[in-house]
């Protein structure tokens, strides 16, 4: 008897600084325990949610998931350099109408504003150079406004083979003797050999640099270069530069990329879901607790420890394994505090039989719990598959995470419900089903 | 035993309401969301900084977005100052386009590519059928010492008869919620009915159990087939109703504090669960006494 109240004791305590943890974690300045906040998913925190499709129809099928993860890399550096806090980049395999699709998954949390977000990732600058093509004349603007009367010639350009995709570094330098700020490209191997060619053919004549379809510069060519280098001189301002040096030094991908799907929640928004949510279940655990208080009576109360157990374990865990919520996995947990009685209700049911066969109290505790046992394996052995293929089939990170919330509360109820539960009553130590015990031990609305 | 004895009517019962259910489908068809069909969702308030006379009408933005070349949209008003647009898929040149067009507040914007939507379609069929087969055999594979007088596979087949009965009645709801109030087949709902299946596997589990354990006791070798299931579901049938109660306890209160996003999440589960504990009780456990006598009659020819 001693042993089981000690170990009751025990469970109590643990309880209660699981709980002190739950709780105190969420302040601030607590130190260590203030490492573990609750992680929520862009719908309770507001963020934009962004799916791209990558075209690798140009790319070998063995190429696909090396360029997969150099795309992914190349995004996460990009969204990097803009400073956003913990950004999410994914890339996963799908089947989109008996196609594989190769999907690239971004989420910013903080950005609510989609359309900056989609420019954040999106921004490809694109940098080409040209050849000379030949001159063109504009004929003179007429009407009366106009202000040229002669015709002016204007230098065409046509594309090379040489564009931004084969650069190797660009940095932001300033030209020793003028000052300016100025963008120093270095090109990879390919594109040395390449510049080197185009040099060679064009001595004496201009090559164009543009960038968005707009020239920033035609320097004439004075000689062949060799080395790779080369220098964009256009009158930008330092912070201009430095911007453009960025988006060049990230620009290439190596999977075009196309936006096929979208999601952007406004903080407030998320906030409200979140306080709704945190409302559904402080009063859903309320009227729960009150069904098994006015129902079983004094297991009743125990069931409510446990079931104060389980929340403040599962609370815990999520903490710890720092598990994402989404309204979705909010939803799914207070669904689960409704189900995590399961385990006590039969428990209950059957240890009520039991008494009513004459069994004393401990025997038909005992009992109920050893028969109970195999009822609960089972149904919860079937939660657990559907919430396996639940989360394994999921495709968006709301319903990944209901799964996920799913699959634990059931883990941790088979413990709160069993273990606790049974620690607990026993500790009572009752002995008699008779008098008093037996009013509450009794269930229902019947005396 | 009550509903052993009156099972006919409780099938019965069951037929109409399955019957009502694809009617209710064939009638009205499902009316699904964006998750599946593809298309943008926008939430624009006009609450902030901007004055209530200002707030553009339903039908002014309708008309506007028309004229952008938009197409056909659903625009439903949330509170004095806000509105919830459907549109098609908008591409990037579109959405900057609709959202300076709108000009309030964008609360919330989702836009899901057709790519995506044909990607969850399959998904959806997938993770149902893989659901139920699991289940099928996860039942079999359990009850498989239990052969006499009723073979395991037809205790997982029962159960999946059950299961669909689940699943069909609360689709049934939708498409008749989906004309009436505008709620939409979408992943939430999916989600859903695989948590129906899960929760009414669960009861019927529990049922199951209880007849295997009451077959396996000495005391009760001469009684009947039909006299074990039916001592089986009175031993738990309060079970049942009390966890079912306690659930939809949980459920009613998400549905009423809990946040928008999970409201038509709730009510599926509800209904599912409602209907998922009524098909435990008075449709699977009198199905394998109905399997049974059919079978004893069978022997007997």
Do not use: C
């Not at chain 1, 209950?348 to 069994?359: I, P, S, T, V, Y």
């Amino acid at each position: 008897m001693n042993k089981i109240r000690f170990y009751a004791v025990i469970l109590l305590v643990i309880g209660a600084l699981l709980g002190a943890f739950v709780h105190y974690s969420e302040m601030p300045g607590r130190g260590f325990i203030s490492k573990f906040p609750y992680k929520l998913g862009l719908d309770l925190s507001g963020g934009s949610h962004l799916v791209y499709q990558a075209d690798t129809s140009k790319i070998a099928s063995e190429n696909i998931d090396g360029s997969m993860e150099t795309l992914k890399n190349v995004i996460e550096s990009r969204i990097n350099a803009f400073g956003v806090a913990e950004p999410i980049v994914q890339t996963e395999k799908g089947t989109s109408g008996g196609q594989e699709i190769h999907k690239l998954i971004v989420e910013l949390p903080g950005v609510t504003d989609l359309e900056k977000a989609v420019e954040l990732i999106g921004k490809t600058p694109v940098l080409e150079f040209k050849t000379e093509k030949g001159v063109r004349s504009i004929p003179a603007a007429t009407g009366t406004n106009a202000t040229a009367t002669e015709a002016v010639d204007v230098m065409e350009y046509e594309a090379t083979e040489l564009t931004g995709r084969y650069l190797d570094r660009a940095q932001l330098e300033f030209d020793p003797n003028t000052y300016q700020p100025m963008i120093a490209l270095t090109f990879n191997e390919e594109g040395k050999a390449l510049f080197a060619d185009l040099t060679t053919k064009n001595v004496g004549k201009t090559i164009a640099i543009y960038l968005d379809g707009q020239p920033i510069s035609a320097p004439v060519v004075q000689e062949p270069i060799r080395d790779g280098k080369a220098v964009i001189n256009g009158r930008f301002t330092p912070a201009e530069a430095r911007d453009l040096a960025r988006d060049l030094r990230y620009g290439a991908l190596p999977v075009p990329i196309e936006l096929v799907g979208t999601q952007s929640i406004g903080a407030s928004l998320g906030t409200d879901a979140l306080n709704a949510s945190v409302e559904a279940g402080i009063y859903g655990f309320i009227i729960i607790a009150l069904f098994l208080l006015v129902w079983y009576r004094l297991p009743g109360i125990i069931a409510i420890i446990s079931l104060t157990l389980y929340t403040v374990i599962t609370l815990a865990l999520f903490k710890l394994f720092g598990i994402v919520l989404t309204s979705a996995g909010l939803a799914g947990f207070i669904i689960s505090i409704g189900m995590a009685v399961d385990g006590n209700i039969l428990i209950f049911e059957r240890m009520k039989e039991e008494l009513q066969k004459g069994h004393s109290i401990e025997d038909g505790i005992k009992e109920g719990f050893a028969r109970a046992w195999l009822s609960i394996r089972d149904s919860n052995t079937s939660s657990i598959i559907t919430g396996l293929i639940l989360f394994f089939t999921a495709t968006s990170p709301l319903i990944k995470g209901f799964a996920l919330v799913f699959i634990l509360g059931v883990f941790v109820s088979m413990f709160t419900s069993i273990t606790v539960t049974r620690t607990l009553l026993l500790a009572l130590g009752m002995k008699k089903y008779e008098g008093a015990t037996k009013f509450l031990f009794g269930h229902g609305l019947k005396k | 035993m009550f509903i052993v004895k009156n099972r006919k009517i409780f099938y019965a019962f069951s037929i109409l309401m399955i019957a009502l259910s694809f009617a209710s489908v064939w009638k009205w068809g499902l009316n699904f969301g964006i998750d599946f069909t593809g298309g943008s969702v926008i939430e624009v308030s006009y609450a902030d900084g901007i004055q209530a006379s200002t707030t553009p009408s339903a039908t002014v933005i309708r008309e506007n977005l028309i004229n952008a070349g938009i197409g056909e949209s659903v625009i439903r008003q949330i509170g004095d100052q806000g509105y919830i647009i459907r549109t098609p898929h908008l591409d990037d040149a579109q959405r900057k386009e609709v959202v300076g067009l709108l000009g309030g507040e964008i609360k919330k914007l989702d836009s899901v590519g057709p790519v995506l939507g044909r990607e969850l379609q399959g998904k959806a069929a997938w993770s149902i059928g893989l659901v139920l087969l699991a289940i099928v055999l996860f039942i079999t594979f359990t009850f498989r010492k239990v052969s006499r007088p009723v073979a395991s596979w037809k205790y997982g087949s029962v159960a999946i008869i059950a299961l669909l009965h689940d699943v069909i009645v609360p689709i049934g709801l939708f498409a008749f919620l989906g004309r009436a109030g505008g709620f939409e087949i979408d992943a939430l709902f999916i989600t859903a009915l695989l948590v129906i299946l899960g929760f009414s596997i669960h009861d019927t589990i529990v049922v199951f159990d209880r007849t295997r354990e009451n077959l396996s006791l000495p005391e009760n070798s001469k009684k009947g087939f039909d006299q074990i299931v039916g001592e089986s579901l009175v031993q738990t049938v309060s079970r049942s109703i009390n966890t079912t109660l306690t659930t939809v306890l949980a459920l009613l209160a998400l549905y009423f504090f809990g946040p928008e996003t999970t409201r038509n999440f709730s009510l599926a589960l509800i209904a599912g669960i409602g209907v998922g504990v009524y098909s435990s009780v008075f449709i699977a456990s009198p199905l394998l006494v109905t399997l049974e006598q059919m079978q004893a009659k069978k022997a007997s020819k």
